[in-house]
């Protein structure tokens, strides 16, 4: 594989939090331009950490990375702020639908293009492009954001990141405590933003199901260390994995695939 092709490389990654506590040791993934790639565990299983160790934010939490290394587009994103990183392309959307509730769901996703100090007319035209992405935002664009559902909330948040014009979009648990049609329109419209623009996407989810079945790529962490990684369609198939480490049921006889353990 072609090292221009990968626009985020994270290797060996291991992190503390207050020099003591360890999230991670032994994180590592690849993700290619244009690719969607998952990244499952169990609650605990370091996911949060994961994400916030890409985005930079862990020095922000008493968080620190003591080994290996985490590479943007190139850049080693330690040596980066995080709204540099934004500026760059590399924008994340934490979990917990963080919406500023007393403004209007438009002016939310404004914020966002203001962020990256986008003209009035680069920030109407990008609103319209968010809009058709998710038509309810537009049916919502006046409501304050605090007023609307959880779902609502979601999309907010996602449209407000894409106003940024990323790069690579960092979702952490965007399925939480949405009702599963709410789910699958949120990652059917991931997916299509993906095939249409060529956004590369990593995200964090519990709900491996629904994460299998739209992303490109996967790969399980277990108490903070990356134990598998492969195709997601491939990993979708195998049942004795999905029970073992995402605690799913499993039927038995699962098929053989070309997922590789990590090292």
């Known amino acids: 594989m072609h090292n221009d092709d990968i626009i985020l490389a994270v290797d060996a990654v291991h992190a503390t939090y207050n020099h003591a506590i360890t999230a991670l040791h032994g994180v590592g993934f690849q993700i290619r331009r244009g690719e969607i790639l998952a990244l499952l565990g169990a609650n605990g299983a370091g996911k949060t950490t994961t994400l916030k160790a890409v985005s930079n934010l862990l020095p922000a939490e008493r968080g620190q990375v003591n080994a290996g290394s985490i590479r943007y587009d190139g850049s080693d994103v330690s040596r980066r702020a995080p709204g540099d990183l934004v500026r760059a392309g590399l924008v994340p959307v934490l979990e917990g639908r963080h919406c500023f509730k007393s403004l209007s769901v438009e002016d939310n996703l404004v914020a966002g293009g203001i962020g990256r100090s986008g003209r009035r007319a680069e920030i109407n035209a990008d609103l319209e492009r968010i809009y058709a992405y998710f038509p309810r935002l537009k049916e919502k664009r006046r409501t304050l954001s605090g007023l609307t559902s959880g779902g609502e909330q979601q999309m907010t948040a996602i449209g407000r990141a894409l106003m940024s014009r990323p790069r690579l979009l960092v979702l952490d648990e965007p399925s939480m405590g ?86």
């Not at 299998?212 to 195709?231: H, R």
């Open 178 to 263: 949405l009702a599963p049609l709410i789910v699958q329109d949120i990652f059917q419209t991931l997916k299509k933003l993906n095939r249409d623009t060529g956004l590369s996407i990593l995200v964090a989810e519990q709900n491996s199901a629904v994460a299998l079945k739209y992303a490109d790529q996967a790969t399980v962490l277990e108490n903070g260390v990356s134990v598998l990684s492969g195709a997601a369609a491939d990993l979708r198939q195998r049942e004795d994995i999905r029970a073992f480490y995402l605690g799913q049921e499993a039927s038995p006889a699962p098929r053989s695939t070309h997922l590789h353990a990590v090292a």
